[in-house]
């Protein structure tokens, strides 16, 4: 099983700042790599997939990079609706795996 | 518009069984793998089960190995996860997901969930 890594777990920013995200997978995904994000109450909404491409009518202040086991999930700069717990999930090898998730917190 | 909606989550003592179903509408539902994910409340996500476009092929974590099954109905645009043995682990909401493609991918629509409590 490939095991994904998410850094850090908790993310305190400002509107308007910058936030970066990161997933670690334990063995090489190749791009096979999603973000979702997820808000209270809610069910996970897809953001990105092939590590960079990112979902329909998802906004430009999103961004996907990395290949292999890095990955990193950038928000250029964050609006109030930007505020939810984020998740990266390979889709290389079976079983599907996802990682802990990162919680994007207003600072 | 793509809708996944599920049913069937109610609280359930452990041992029992249950049989979750999701309706889909918005797609050819017949083109894609569908999923189950599921989401103890304030965790994270965890991948549950998987079947092909005609059921050709199914998936399963570890975890519900041996004790949960999944079907579809392409003629009713359904898709079912039964549940037997249940334990107070497999308390979650549970998603249904549509897959990206035929075959196994990410997954680019979700249902809202439905709640399944194991408890005695």
């Known amino acids: 099983e490939i095991v994904m890594t998410q850094s850090p777990a908790t993310l305190s920013v400002s509107p308007g700042e910058r936030a970066t995200l990161s997933c670690r997978a334990s063995q090489s995904v190749s791009i096979s790599l999603a973000w979702y994000q997820q808000k209270p109450g809610q069910a996970p909404r897809l953001l990105i997939y092939g590590a960079s491409t990112r979902a329909t009518g998802i906004p430009a202040r999103f961004s996907g990079s990395g290949s292999g086991t890095e990955f990193t999930l950038t928000i250029s700069s964050l609006q109030s609706e930007d505020f939810a717990i984020y998740y990266c999930q390979q889709y290389h090898n079976s079983p599907l795996t996802f990682g802990g998730g990162t919680k994007v917190e207003i600072k | 518009e793509v809708q996944l909606v599920e049913s069937g989550g109610i609280v359930v003592r452990p041992g029992g069984s249950l049989r979750l179903s999701c309706a889909a509408s918005g797609f050819t539902f017949d083109d894609y793998t569908m999923h189950w994910v599921r989401q103890v409340p304030g965790k994270g996500l965890e991948w549950v089960s998987l079947i092909t476009w005609n059921g050709g092929r199914t998936s399963f974590a570890d975890s519900v190995k041996g004790r949960f099954t999944i079907s579809r109905d392409n003629n009713k645009n359904s898709l079912d996860l039964q549940m037997n043995s249940l334990r107070t682990e497999d308390t979650a909401f549970y998603y249904c997901?549509?897959?990206?493609?035929?075959?196994?991918?990410?997954?680019?629509?979700w249902g809202q969930g439905t709640l399944v409590t194991v408890s005695s």
């Open positions: 997901a549509k897959d990206s493609r035929s075959n196994w991918g990410y997954f680019d629509y």
